[in-house]
T-cell receptor, first 115, second 109 residues
């Protein structure tokens, strides 16, 4: 398997624009996580899906952020409108949750810069 | 709420042993994981403790005490390539994985 695939790897956009980040989890995994990483706030859990259903979105910072998982092989994180403070590295991770150890596999991240 | 505390920085020399502590406060605690992240890279899984005690994986070991809400990662025979950030992460019963702020380990020659 190619691992968790995120696109784009880098995104530079102007304030106010819509940004869509994409993630393809590892085939067969049933859990998907979106994280945001900044120097100030570390790795923050934004939202967690299990079997394509959002279980915990308490980390989504504002209504400007939304996430979907229409099927087991694809998820998106959308920011509309984007603001400079959204600049960060966004990671997607997936795991196969069998009730025990949950080893999460991370994608390479999307580095978002909002100017 | 929930919180995870770990030191922000640790420095050690090659060949030494270093311990990175993690204390946590959370509801629905299920287990404690450790991840490594090199600069510019993605976090990668190192170990998981679901029960009290020590788990050993090569040069790395991890310990958990559920009664003390405490765990640590032990790195032995340090190598230069071990210079990275190390994160403890709480796995909760609803299966969320929440990370601490990370410990930057610098290994000196």
């Amino acid at each position: 398997d190619a691992g968790v695939i995120q696109s784009p790897r880098h995104e530079v956009t102007e304030m106010g624009q819509e940004v869509t980040l994409r993630c393809k989890p590892i085939s067969g995994h049933n859990s998907l996580f979106w994280y945001r990483q900044t120097m100030m706030r570390g790795l923050e859990l934004l939202i967690y899906f299990n079997n394509n259903v959002p279980i915990d979105d308490s980390g989504m910072p504002e209504d400007r952020f939304s996430a979907k998982m229409p099927n087991a092989s694809f998820s998106t994180l959308k920011i509309q409108p984007s603001e400079p403070r959204d600049s960060a590295v966004y990671f997607c991770a997936s795991s196969f949750d069998l009730g025990g150890n949950t080893e999460a596999f991370f994608g390479q991240g999307t580095r978002l810069t909002v100017v | 709420g929930q919180s995870l505390e770990q030191p922000s920085e640790v420095t050690a020399v090659e060949g030494a042993i270093v311990q990175i502590n993690c204390t946590y406060q959370t509801s629905g605690f299920y287990g404690l994981s450790w991840y490594q992240q090199h600069d510019g890279g993605a976090p990668t899984f190192l170990s998981y403790n679901g029960l009290d005690g020590l788990e050993e994986t090569g040069r790395f070991s991890s310990f958990l005490s559920r009664s003390d809400s405490y765990g640590y990662l032990l790195l032995q025979e340090l190598q230069m390539k071990d210079s990275a950030s190390y994160f403890c992460a709480v796995l909760r019963s609803a299966r969320q994985l929440t990370f601490g702020s990370g410990t930057q380990l610098t290994v000196l020659p």
